[in-house]
């Protein structure tokens, strides 16, 4: 079975420049995934898609193979599963064609290899079009406030906003980390949220994500307390 690790890397950042080769934990944020990917007992073929040469040079270093994305699919505005899409195309070219993609995106170096091979594994054995990994929220949303006409008033309304925790329905949120499909599937719905998408649950340590200079922070923390 061919499966395959898509790793989207693009040069630009607003929120923390260069940040896919920023160093966290004494190497390039984006070999913590790279490694992973080429750890995993199941992934069979790991790819950087990119447009920067940098990023193509460190990542080709940690185990990766590049393909080169376009830049109009490297903007800001640029969609992730466009740039999957991209992939899949450059490789059926080449007469590769995946049977599971594993889209792992480089702004989650704490996500495992047992969290890659278990979501995997979930994919492959379960009836289902896709796997997402998630988190629990920290806080339930149901506390959530909005402002309106100057005032706070409660997003959902006074009684879940009056409830304790304890009795809130358990809230999750997709954590970035690991989203499954096959090429089908995604040529369908043109996403990796399907009708049938199953949840790999992660822990909130495993889950953090990097958008900012605190989450790198807390990131490398975690990194250097793992080792």
Known sequence: MNILAII??????????????KKIAGK??????IESAVKSKYINKVIVSTEDQEIAN????YG????????KLALDDSSTIDAVFHSINHLKME????DVVVLLQPTSPLR????????????????????ISICEFEHPPYWSLKIENNYLKP??????????????PTSYLPNGAIFISNP??????ESFYCKKTLPYLMSPENSVDIDTELDFKIAETILKELK
Do not use: W
């Not at 950042?13 to 896919?20: A, D, F, Q, T």
């Not at 460190?58 to 270093?61: A, L, P, R």
């Not at 990766?64 to 830049?71: D, F, K, L, T, V």
């Not at 007469?95 to 995946?98: A, G, H, L, Q, W």
């Open 155 to 168: 997003a959902f309304g006074d009684k879940y906003f009056k409830m304790r925790r304890q009795d809130l």
């Open 28 to 33: 390039p944020l984006i070999a913590h995934t």
């Open 8 to 21: 989207p890397a693009r040069g630009g950042s607003k929120g923390v420049p260069r940040k896919n080769i």
């Open 64 to 71: 990766a193979e590049i393909i080169e994305r376009p830049e």
């Open 184 to 189: 089908q599937n995604l040529a369908n719905y």
């Open 95 to 98: 007469n590769y064609v995946p």
């Open 58 to 61: 460190i990542s080709k270093e």
């Open 112 to 131: 495992t290899v047992q969290d890659i091979d278990g979501s995997v594994e979930l994919f492959c054995k379960k009836d289902c079009e896709s796997v």
